[in-house]
């Protein structure tokens, strides 16, 4: 019997949403649920949330239009240009809670459209997704976290149509998307060099493919000169992050903490005065049940609190200096900490690797709830700076539950694990059964999001800090290629063949049994 393929029929994006009626019956029936969702939930917490620290942070940058600050200033900027339209902190969760949620179906659509799914599979994806508290949760929280999940969900969406239905409009909007969360999270350094392994993946002309990778990688280098520039005129120093050398000098201690005294080496005179504040405090603090904090392993603790270290010393070096600012203080540091952190981490690598890496890669596996475990951090207040930036008539700001504890998020850790040990299977299975030998419009999917996937675990576990807020978006898109994985193997064991692509549009193995019966 001769196999017979039948074509899908040319329909465009836009008529694939709006003319098809199960499509429009989804999108009009989401509007409905995120709407009641949202009001719902302002019902419970009338008032955004804040961390305190970070979203103060934020939010002093906005209000001083600084161009440098401690954290990445794309979010300062944006509630800056927010607060142009209106003061109100509802419409800038709803607006967040509406860019993230039209950010994943932008996501789940594209998938349907380039993949064929199995009704099953697309449900499941659907509602979990639209229905999914996370997303309430980020919104309602006066950080960069939604803000940049939203902008990384959107990324991934404009990378899968630059490597199957490429055009300059498409090519335009990736630069604009990779650069703003360019702006917004350090996460984003790896952006640019994963669009450009996409662009090698498409079908576009190699000229076309330069112009892609060079017209967004320009942008965030445009960005990095004038923050270093910035940097230069602040400190005297030309730097990037100084963020990051505070990162390197706090992971770093994690490790330290646990050398015994006796086999500690010598550094470099630069390093000595701080060398020997770091040695004194571990050496009082040896007895966690004084000092729990010390119990803690791979967390942010050295580099924030005042009372430790790297903070001491900072002010040490600034007592005679009264004039400097805060942010100068923290910033000129930065290069002296990523030397001080780099040199102790490659004299005791094993300490490393066991003290801080290892216990980093169980967050990654199974990332903490974190500051999403309590609204508002579990505080009553928020500073005056806050309550004048968004119009409160008191700083005391409350919800209607009868605590602050978020107790909804507490199945994401084991959700996560659980997503992460699939797609390692899945992908697994994927290579045994040689699946990318069928489809090259799927296998480029799975590459794609495998990729990301290890990119971003690699430089979370090595070099950041691993919590729910921060792992949102890898966790959001593993768990819809696991599923469409999972699918995957469902058609195999059907079947017993893998995907078919004909002239770029995909059909699942299903589709090829019933044309062969047709035939």
Excluded at 129 to 147: G, K, R
Excluded at 148 to 159: C, D
Excluded at 501 to 508: A, C, E, M
Aim: with cysteine; aromatic share 18%; glycine share 4%.
């Amino acid at each position: 019997m001769i196999m017979k393929y039948i074509e899908a029929p040319e329909l465009s994006f836009k008529d694939y949403l709006f003319k098809d009626r199960q499509n429009k019956i989804i999108l009009l029936a989401s509007a409905i649920a995120v709407a009641i969702q949202f009001i719902a939930f302002k019902y419970v917490y009338p008032n955004a949330s804040f961390i305190h620290g970070d979203s103060f942070s934020y939010i002093n940058a906005a209000a001083q239009n600084l161009d440098i600050n401690t954290y990445m200033v794309g979010y300062s900027k944006f509630l800056r240009l927010f607060s142009v339209f209106t003061k109100s902190d509802t419409t800038l969760v709803a607006f967040q809670y509406l860019l993230i949620q039209g950010s994943i179906l932008f996501l789940l659509f594209t998938v349907f459209y380039f993949y064929k799914t199995g009704k099953l599979i697309k449900m499941t994806l659907l509602c979990f997704m639209i229905f999914n508290p996370l997303f309430l949760h980020l919104a309602n929280l006066v950080s960069s976290d939604c803000l940049f999940t939203s902008l990384s969900l959107v990324w991934f969406t404009l990378l899968l149509w630059i490597i199957h239905q490429p055009s300059s409009r498409i090519i335009f909007y990736h630069a604009i998307v990779v650069f703003i969360a360019f702006t917004v999270r350090y996460n984003a350094l790896i952006y640019p060099f994963i669009s450009a392994f996409a662009f090698g993946l498409s079908r576009l002309p190699l000229r076309s493919k330069l112009i892609g990778i060079a017209s967004g990688s320009l942008l965030c280098v445009l960005f990095i000169f004038q923050t270093t520039y910035k940097y230069k005129e602040l400190t005297g120093i030309w730097q990037y992050s100084p963020f990051s050398g505070w990162q390197f000098a706090n992971n770093a201690m994690y490790a330290y903490r646990y050398i015994d005294s006796a086999d500690r080496k010598p550094v470099p005179a630069k390093f000595k005065p701080l060398d020997k504040m770091i040695q004194k405090y571990f050496d009082s603090t040896r007895d966690t049940k004084k000092h729990p904090i010390e119990e803690i392993q791979a967390s942010t603790f050295y580099m924030w609190s005042r009372g430790l270290p790297l903070m001491k010393y900072r002010d040490s070096l600034f007592k005679k200096d009264t004039a400097a600012s805060e942010l100068k203080k923290w910033a000129s540091m930065g290069p002296l900490y990523k030397d001080y952190g780099i040199h102790i981490i490659k004299q005791y690598p094993l300490y490393f690797i066991r003290y801080f890496i290892w216990p980093n890669a169980n967050k990654y596996y199974a990332p903490p709830v974190e500051f999403l475990e309590d609204y508002n951090s579990g505080k009553r207040d928020v500073t005056e700076t806050a309550k004048t930036w968004f119009g409160y008539k008191s700083r005391i700001i409350g919800t209607r539950s009868k605590s602050n504890k978020v107790w909804v998020l507490d199945f994401y850790p084991i959700l996560s694990g659980i997503i992460n040990v699939m797609m390692l299977f899945t992908i697994v299975c994927y290579i045994i059964l040689k699946g990318w030998r069928n489809n090259d419009l799927f296998r480029k999917g799975v590459l794609m999001a495998a990729v990301i996937w290890l990119l971003n675990a690699g430089f979370t576990i090595f070099a950041s800090s691993a919590a729910l807020r921060f792992q949102s978006f890898p966790i959001l898109l593993i768990t819809i290629f696991c599923c469409l994985m999972i699918d995957w193997l469902r058609v195999m064991a059907k079947t017993g063949q893998a995907s078919i692509n004909v002239k770029g549009i995909p059909l699942n193995a299903t589709d090829a049994l019933s044309s062969e019966i047709m035939a």
